[in-house]
């Protein structure tokens, strides 16, 4: 993410779970090739953290608690070295909060340099104040043509 301009408006009114129209500047990533050395890599660290060699999203607690509990003894080699420091920084931040999406398909490569980075790992986070959240109900959002 190159800039994070946070919720600009409610997209599902439910008062406990509401969803948000999220405005970020993202870069542009692409999917693993199949049959890539970067594929093979990131399908047995998934195989190492989930059961599944194209992950999971995990729901459960101890779901998630296992996976932080195996980031220490996870595969490292160049195309999973940036993937699990961002995982071991990132997720027991969120263990309690959100679910936790490994996905193979969560799992993207810079076309620039070739690096394998993870996108949306978590699942459920929306980070809104409730004086942010009664801000966004008075304001209409528009769309414009183009």
């Known amino acids: 993410m190159l800039n ?3 919720a600009v408006a409610i997209y599902n009114q439910d008062q406990y779970f509401p969803d948000y129209l999220w405005l970020a500047h993202l870069e542009r990533l692409a999917p693993l090739p199949d049959d890539s050395l970067q594929r093979l890599s990131i399908a047995k660290l998934l195989s190492h953290l989930t059961g599944e060699a194209d992950g999971l999203l995990l729901t459960e ?3 998630r608690e296992a996976v932080i509990a195996a980031l220490p003894t996870a595969p490292i080699n160049e195309h999973t070295k940036l993937v699990v420091d961002a ?3 990132l997720l027991p ?3 309690y909060e959100v679910d936790f999406d490994l996905s193979i398909s969560n799992f993207m490569m810079r076309p620039s340099n070739g690096d394998v980075v993870l996108s949306d790992p978590v699942h459920g986070l929306s980070d809104v104040s409730a004086d942010w959240r009664r801000y966004l109900e008075g304001e209409p ?3 414009e043509k183009r």
Request: proline fraction near 0%; avoid cysteine.
């Open 93 to 95: 931040n969120y263990l």
């Open 87 to 89: 995982m071991v920084s």
């Open 61 to 63: 607690i101890d779901e």
């Open 4 to 6: 994070d301009y946070g």
């Open 141 to 143: 959002v528009i769309f």
